[in-house]
């Protein structure tokens, strides 16, 4: 009796997860966030851009503008990241990842042979006359790497659809039927396409099936008779937008 419990309980909540809304939603679904941030490796940092929740991918990087506002010519070459804020207002992101330094030359610090007091993303960069045992500095300038949304890039996610089912050839899961079924809410060009099972939510990539069409331009499609055994399982698709379409 505690068994069949269980059972009706599980199945209660898959029914439940994969119940879809039916039109675009101003507002994120629990379950549909949780999938997000599961599944991608898209950290939420702030929502609604258009009523659709935004996401700033970690892994692009963008390096800002080379900036030079010193000279070595007093008590060195002063490029902290404080004086470059004020002097380059909203040039630099609030938390920068990385720093590089050359001299207007082109050398790197390392080929400059400088003795370097500060270069990091808290203080920017330093190169001190009193540091240097027989000259003065060279003359630097930095750049600073930074991550989106400094550097653009927010994505958009569709909510998931589900046209198709294996029974036939397969499951059809085509961008171009999507936009006619779905009229206004799918992007012109999507960036990403997320694909996973509607039963148990498993990322396509992971069911170690073969598909013929699984990109952002096209869409995705998994014919039955390209499986090594049994058919298609049945996916649900969703595309990442540009946050700004
Ligand atoms: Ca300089
Ligand atoms: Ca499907």
Redesign the pocket.
Known sequence: MIKLLSVTIVAGLVFESNQQTPTVSNSVEPADKQRALLSFPFPAVKPVFSGWPCYWPTHIQCWTDWF?????SGTG?W?TLYSLRMENPGKICPNPVDIEAKT?SGLSVAAAGDVIYKSDTTVGFVCRKSDQPTKTCN???VRFSCHPPFCGGGVCWTKWYDRDNPSGTGDWELLSDLRKENPGQICEHPLYIEAQTTDTSTPASSTGQTFLTFNPTEGFVCRNADQKWGGCRDYRVRFGCPCDH
Request: charged share 75%; aromatic share 10%.
């Open positions: 030079d506002r010193d000279d070595p070459d490029e207007l003359d630097y300038r």
